[in-house]
Nanobody, 132 residues
């Protein structure tokens, strides 16, 4: 099983930036290596459902963003480091949430709407708080 550990969350003021990281270890349930896995970020704010934020495919060149973060967030990966990143700029209070990374060998599952929970792996989350 691939294991994911997020880091980089914290408290920032409106307009600030944070860079989240998601380090992967082990292998997926399908036996895929990190370089074969599609990766994504999701977030869940208090009292709200978990929502899709951004995804990047196994190649690192195919990306998809939620409309709410388009132009402000950038998802990218470093396969040599087996790490997924989310650069978040121009943060707003509504961005405050627990951010989770996830991985799956199937692109359709990673970007599914509604969210497909039975992905190959989920991280434990890292908390992002944006002060108003």
């Amino acid at each position: 099983q691939v294991q994911l550990v997020e880091s980089g969350g914290g408290l920032v003021q409106t307009g600030g930036s944070l860079k989240l990281s998601c380090a992967a270890s082990g292998s997926s349930a399908s036996g895929s290596s990190f370089s074969d896995l599609n990766m994504a970020w999701f977030r869940q704010a208090p009292g709200k459902d978990r929502e899709f934020v951004a995804a990047v495919d196994w190649s690192g060149y195919g990306t998809r963003y939620a409309d709410s973060v388009q132009g402000r967030f950038t998802i990218f990966r470093n396969n040599a480091k087996r790490t997924l990143y989310l650069q978040m700029n121009s943060l707003q209070p509504e961005d405050s949430a627990m951010f989770y990374c996830a991985a799956d060998s199937n692109w359709g599952r990673i970007v599914a709407d509604p969210i497909y929970n039975a992905l190959d792996a989920w991280g434990q989350g890292t908390l992002v708080t944006v002060s108003s």
